[in-house]
């Protein structure tokens, strides 16, 4: 089993940056695909983005594009979100997750994960 621990998540106004992290337990980190996923309540949870196993590819939602950014570090088994520009439609519990199958731009589809994190809650003010 591979335990995701999502971390960085926290209150931030408008505009406003934060950095959330995924730390992966385990050896077979580059074997996974990795994604970001965010969900509030009322809501299925939405894609947010990704990038493939070497970090040679990314993939983003429309919604966050030009403002967040997903880098991985395979040394260190973690996998990052830049998050800038921060909007209020922004808030919500984001979820780390890990894929051995897809491409960067297949987890924006996938909902069978391998593995999920427990998620980390970001709340935008205005």
């Known amino acids: 089993q591979v335990q995701l621990v999502e971390s960085g998540g926290g209150l931030v106004q408008a505009g406003g940056s934060l950095r959330l992290s995924c730390a992966a337990s385990?050896?077979?980190?580059?074997?996974?695909?990795m994604g970001w996923f965010r969900q509030t309540p009322g809501k299925e949870r939405e894609f947010v983005a990704a990038?493939?196993?070497?970090?040679?590819?990314?993939y983003y939602s429309d919604s966050v594009k030009g403002r967040f950014t997903i880098s991985r570090d395979n040394a260190k088994n973690t996998v990052s979100l830049q998050m800038n520009s921060l909007k209020p439609e922004d808030t919500a519990v984001y979820y780390c997750?890990?894929?051995?199958?897809?491409?960067?731009?297949?987890?924006?589809?996938?909902?069978?994960?391998?593995?999920w994190g427990k998620g980390t809650l970001v709340t935008v003010s205005s």
């Open positions: 385990g050896r077979t980190f580059s074997r996974y695909a």
């Open positions: 990038i493939n196993k070497s970090g040679g590819s990314t």
């Open positions: 997750a890990a894929n051995s199958w897809a491409t960067a731009a297949g987890m924006s589809v996938i909902r069978d994960m391998d593995y």
